[in-house]
Each structure stands twice: as structure tokens, then as C-alpha cells.
């Protein structure tokens, strides 16, 4: 408060825009508008029912690095559920940090949407819960390392809470430790590597002491474990009254070895290794990860076709449940895509179809960026326009039934990142989900994966522009079916070479890079 001694409104205000801008215009995106593009938001909805405004994706995409902004800054504490827009003495789920989901799809887009600095408060809580979470993990479960389950708060609470059917879900550590290393793939920080690997390790350690065999001989998995916020139907699954939440639940969420945690353990080792060797480290550990990780749960394909949620071959007590906690692993997580066949990109679109494209702000989002990944922009469009008329505030704050959360607003940006530019698979692809109506539009200042800066234009599908900025020297890597591609850099042609459509070339730090299309 001393700093804003003898100033005006008007000086405060002003410093107030100027700090917001310089994060703000980093990056734009523009898309096709309508004659009623111009008119106030909440008309704008309503027009949209009639006749489609793709500005209003824009819209939203920007509209969530604006919500980020406001309520993810160095020294704060991290967006929770509600992120600084909570009203009530009393909120909904306690306005707290649940990282089943909504905590993380708080931060799915802040690298690309050229925000990083914006992570630290989430970087911060991680590091603060290696505390208490390796009290639990040595009182709970008797192991090394560090646990953190589905819920924290100002106190970073690590052990389980609210009941057995949400509480027991182990890995919302690990997820949040995935993000830890989301952060150095687009910022190739070593240094800060070196500060968050103890963190990866700890989480890797606690899973390599807390994992069990399968009945089968074969797998191992995680016990107990949970889908959230799921119940199988497993035969014997029956109603009983929770007394921690006074509800009656359709039945017990607890199993052994959810998709989702098998999931989240192989991207994670997978993580961890790849992070041992940039830095060169040598542990007994990591030998024992490699083979730990080879004998996790792989995606199973149930006897109706879909990817099973669980272990075994159960359904779903609840046919359109709003979480697609098996899917983890194809958005936002790897394993999914990597192991990808035709067979079971089938098997994820069927759950996908399933579970339809209604339901809550934040499902509705992470709807979107999973058609998105499967090359659908169409489905994801229409998804949106749904969100916009079900789930969204009017001046587009997302909901979670009638509860205001922002996890849905912040998802809409990562989601509408997807659809346009993908960096997951060691390479950049532009346009791999463009709707029908998004046919024309550009994006300024995205990042990609490697510590890329990114420019780009379309017009009538076909890309007319692309720069990129290298923020790392790293060599860059693009997807493209064009032969006569080529690339300069201050006027000179920059030698490339292409395999498989992949087209690759070293770059300086700071180098702008112009594609001739």
C-alpha cells in the first residue's frame, strides 16, 4: 500500500493497464466475425444460436489469458476454483485447489498463451507441498518420497480429504508435478530443471515404493486408487450414505489401478527420465523406473469397444459422467497419443461419444481439446457453441452448473490453442483441427513446445503466413505436406531437410525465421 502513497486514480489506473498490457499483447488471435460481432457479449451469445460468430472463440481465448492475468501473479497464491472472483463467506467446494482436474486446466494454457511467468504460483504451492506430502507418504502408505491427493488449500494440506470415494485419489501430486515439466518444454531452462527434478523424483520415488502387483501376475498398479469421480460398475457396486459429505453416492469410486493413474505414472517416469538424462544424473532409481514403467497397466480396449476406465473391464455407473479421467493420457497427458493405433483411436472416440458433448464448463472444455487432439475441429466448434449457450456466464465466465469456476474459462484458451497450432509430438502442426467456420484468421505471438515464438495466417484454410521467433536455439520442427517449402532468416535461405513430412532446421537464439509457402 506504501507504493501507492501520493498517487492519483487516474496514476493508479494507468499503471494498472500498462502492467496488465505488457503481459496481455503479447499474443492476439483473430477469426471471422458477423454483423453482430460488435455487439455487447451477452447479445452476441444470444445471436450465436442463430447465426454463428467464430470471433467469439477469440473472444474467449482471450478472455482467459485476461482471467490468468488477473489471478496468477508472482507472489500470489495460485488460481483456484473460483480464481479471484469468489463472493460468498461459504463457496462451492470451499473455493479450494482440486487437482483432479480443475487445478491443472487452470494452467494447461499459460506457456502456450505466452504467460510462463504466471506459473510460479502454481510452481510455488507444488514445492510447498513436497512437505507435508512426504510426512504423509512416510504415515500413510510407508513409503519414500512425497504424496499429494485430490485437494489442498492456504495450508497445503497433502493428505487425503472430503471421504474415501474422492479422497484416495494418489496422483494429484503427480499430475501437478507433470505441469512442473510442461513448464521447462517451453521455456528449456535448465536451471530451473535442476531446482523442480528433486520434486520429480520424490513423486517417483513414493510411486515406485507405493505400487503393488496385479492379480494377474502381470501389471503393476496403484492401490487404492480412484477415477475421478467415477463409479465403476463392477458388479456389487451399490448405494451407501457418505457420512463425510452426508450424501447417498451411487457407489464406492475406489479400485485398483485406474486408467488415469497408470496413465499419469507413465508420462511422469517417462519425464523423469528424459530429465535425469538432460542433466546427466546417475541413481540406482532411475534404472528401477525404467523397468517399473514397462509394467504399468498399457491402454486396454474394453469388450464394448472403448478404452476401459479401469484395470478390469467395468463400465460406468453413470453414462455421461462429466470427467474423462481415462483419456488423461491423449489430452493433456502423452502416453495416449504415443501408443496410439487405429484401433484405439477408435476405442477413445467411442468414449467420447458416450459421454456427448454436454455437461459442465470445465468438461466441456477439456471435450474440445480432446477432439481437438483427434483432428476434429468441426466437433470441437460445435462443443463450443454449446458451452457458450449451457455453461457460460454472460460475460463468458465459465460454469460449473449454476457455480461460477474459472477452470472452464482457462480450459476455453487451451482448447482453442489446440484446434490451431499442436506441439505435443516433437513438432509444431498449424491447423490440425480448423472448424469450416474458422476458415480465415491469424495468431500472434503463441508458443510451442522447445521455446518457440510463433506467427501465423490463413486465409480460406490454406496458411498464407508463418514466422517463428527461436527463444532457445533449439532446432525446429514442422509438419507440412508443401514440397517447395523454404525458409529464410534476415534475407538468407536456411538450408532444411524433410522426412516424412517432418521438415527440421537448426536456429540461433533470437533468430526470427520467415516460411516462403
Known sequence: MRNLEGKSPEQIKLAAIADYKALYDRASLVLPTTEFSNFPTNERKAKNQIKPDPSLAALAYNFGRYILISSSRKGTQPANLQGIWNDDMNPAWDSKYTTNINTEMNYWAVDSANLSELSEPLITMVKELTDQGTQVAQEHYGAKGWVFHQNTDLWRVAAPMDGPSWGTFTTGGAWLTTHLWEHYQYTQDRKYLSEIYPIMEGSVQFFTDFLVPHPNGKWLVTNPS????????????????????????????????????????????????EASDILGRKTPLIEKVRITRNKLVPPQIGSDGSLQEWADDWKSLEKNHRHFSHLYGLYPGKVLWEKRTPVLIEAYKRVLNERGDGGKGFSMAWKMALWAR????????????????EQSCNQLLALCGKSLQVDGTLGMTAAVTEMLMQSHDDHVQLLPALPDGWHSGSFRGIRARGGFELNFKWVNNVLTHFSVISKTGKPFRFKTDNPRLAVTSNGKKIAIKSVNGIVEFPTTKDQTYLFQL
Open 374 to 389: 483427434l483432428g476434429d475441429g468441426n466437433r470441437a466448434a460445435k462443443i463450443f457453441n454449446g458451452y457458450l449457450n
Open 226 to 273: 480412484t477415477s475421478p469421480e467415477n463409479f465403476p460398475d463392477g458388479g456389487g457396486n451399490k448405494p451407501y450414505f457418505d457420512e463425510v459429505t452426508g450424501s447417498i453416492l451411487p457407489g464406492t469410486t475406489i479400485c485398483a489401478g485406474s486408467s488415469i493413474d497408470m496413465q499419469i505414472l507413465y508420462d511422469l517416469y517417462g519425464y523423469y527420465l
